[in-house]
T-cell receptor, first 117, second 112 residues
Framework: DQQVKQNSPSLSVQEGRISILNCDYT??????FLWYKKYPAEGPTFLIS?????DKNEDGRFTVFLNKSAKHLSLHIVPSQPGDSAVYFC????????????????FGQGTRLTINP | DSGVTQTPKHLITATGQRVTLRCSPR?????VYWYQQSLDQGLQFLIQ???????AKGNILERFSAQQFPDLHSELNLSSLELGDSALYFC???????????FGPGTRLTVL
């Protein structure tokens, strides 16, 4: 059961343009959403997050939008730079009833972003 | 550098063997999480420890176990290894009051 889906395995964008990465989820209990960036042979790097009570969060060139009614979130990168080429993972956080501070992240399959000069 | 360290970086072993992966969380982080990333798969949550106690379990096989020690480092033990256990294993840590998890560089396990 894929609770978090990134339907685009890859995306290619011209340098300087906007990159838009999309993510859909099915579980209404998710209360926090995160985007991670991953280079080969490295661990995921946290980029930006958004609480389910907000619809937008901005940090420099990165903006995350959340549409709860559609169960959809997106990451906008503008302007896109060559160093942004990486695999981007969307993740959703679920607080669990197994104890205080019990939490897990559910990840999408990732989207490979390539920024072309 | 996230501040989370994992050893070893690479591990090659044979089927049926047992291995231990080690993780040191960021300074001050009480929660440690383990994830598995198989070929062409997203990251799958395995288990969470908070201040030495198990707090959450995901799709962790019975052959796998973990613990968190008083100094907060954690170990993931994988036994009776099978070819399908070959994967990247990531450790992450987080502070008490925030949701963001910070990941280590991972251990690549190859079972031959």
């Amino acid at each position: 059961d894929q609770q978090v889906k990134q339907n685009s395995p890859s995306l290619s964008v011209q340098e300087g343009r906007i990159s838009i990465l999309n993510c859909d989820y099915t579980n209404s209990m998710f209360d926090y959403f995160l985007w991670y960036k991953k280079y080969p042979a490295e661990g995921p790097t946290f980029l930006i997050s958004i609480s389910s009570i907000k619809d937008k969060n901005e940090d420099g060139r990165f903006t995350v939008f959340l549409n709860k009614s559609a169960k959809h979130l997106s990451l906008h990168i503008v302007p896109s730079q060559p160093g942004d080429s990486a695999v981007y993972f969307c993740a959703a956080s679920a607080s669990l009833s197994t104890g205080p501070r019990a939490q897990k992240l559910v990840f999408g399959q990732g989207t490979r972003l390539t920024i072309n000069p | 550098d996230s501040g989370v360290t994992q050893t070893p970086k690479h591990l090659i072993t044979a089927t049926g063997q047992r291995v231990t992966l080690r993780c040191s969380p960021r300074s001050g982080d009480l929660s440690v999480y383990w994830y598995q990333q198989s070929l062409d798969q997203g990251l799958q949550f395995l288990i969470q420890y908070y201040n030495g106690e198990e707090r959450a379990k995901g799709n962790i096989l019975e052959r796998f176990s973990a613990q968190q020690f008083p100094d907060l480092h954690s170990e993931l033990n994988l036994s009776s290894l099978e070819l399908g256990d070959s994967a990247l294993y990531f450790c992450a840590s987080s502070q008490t009051s925030v949701t963001e998890q910070f990941f280590g560089p991972g251990t690549r396990l190859t079972v031959l």
